[in-house]
């Protein structure tokens, strides 16, 4: 079945340490995302890809970055300077066209040791 | 720049009971429009999407939304709810530019018997 994967479910970080949260989709999608959800919060964009090789930030991409290699994999790394990041992490994709939905991995939830 | 609002944080209802989630849109271009259901520590899955054409559309799960553009609404509705309805609600919009989505902060459906 096609779909979007992220691993691992949760996730623990130490101060001072990155930690890379996966996201892989096998729908042949061209445009990906990532979001952080908090609680009474929504979601809100972290970065977004629409090609390989490219993407852009999203409302709140400090301390965060990405890559975009292969169509199929959009990997966020949570960087040592994001001072809050215990949250609820969820990868998108979709087709690149502004009305088709996205679809959603399962998430993977973030905390500080 | 566009944005959405979720009226009420919380709805509870009884089992078998109409309900009704609020969702106001501000945007100075076409939009489209979705509603995502959340059930806990899941991602989102699409219950239904306005394009174009008709304003009332029907989702999954014998949900329905109504588009009203005078009043930059897209109330979610379902005539009678069932305990496994209880989930979390999101309202999003997308521009034609299709590059991210914008949500609300969600409203938390609790249905009891």
């Known amino acids: 079945d096609g779909g979007i994967t992220q691993s691992p479910k949760y996730l623990f970080r130490k101060e001072g340490q990155n930690v890379t949260l996966s996201c892989e989709q096998n729908l042949n999608h061209d445009a990906m995302y990532w979001y952080r959800q908090d609680p009474g919060q929504g979601l809100r964009l972290i970065y977004y890809?629409?090609?390989?090789?490219?993407?852009q930030k999203g409302d709140i991409a400090e301390g965060y970055s990405v890559s975009r290699e292969k169509k199929e994999s959009f990997p966020l790394t949570v960087t040592s300077a994001q001072k809050n990041p215990t949250a609820f992490y969820l990868c998108?994709?979709?087709?690149?066209?502004?009305?088709?939905?996205?679809?959603f991995g399962d998430g993977t939830r973030l905390s500080i040791l | 720049a566009q944005s959405v609002t979720q009226l009420d944080s919380q709805v509870p209802v009884f089992e078998e009971a109409p309900v009704e989630l609020r969702c106001n849109y501000s945007s100075s271009v076409s939009v489209y429009l979705f509603w995502y259901v959340q059930y806990p520590n899941q991602g989102l899955q699409l219950l239904l999407k306005y394009l174009s054409g008709s304003t009332l559309v029907k989702g999954i799960n014998g949900f329905e939304a109504e588009f009203n553009k005078s009043q930059t609404s897209f109330h979610l509705r379902k005539p009678s709810v069932h305990i496994s309805d209880t989930a979390e609600y999101f309202c999003a919009v997308t521009d034609q530019a299709g590059t991210a989505l914008i949500f609300g902060k969600g409203t938390t459906l609790s249905v009891s018997s």
């Open positions: 998108a994709s979709s087709i690149f066209d502004g009305n088709q939905p996205q679809h």
């Open positions: 890809s629409q090609i390989v090789n490219d993407f």
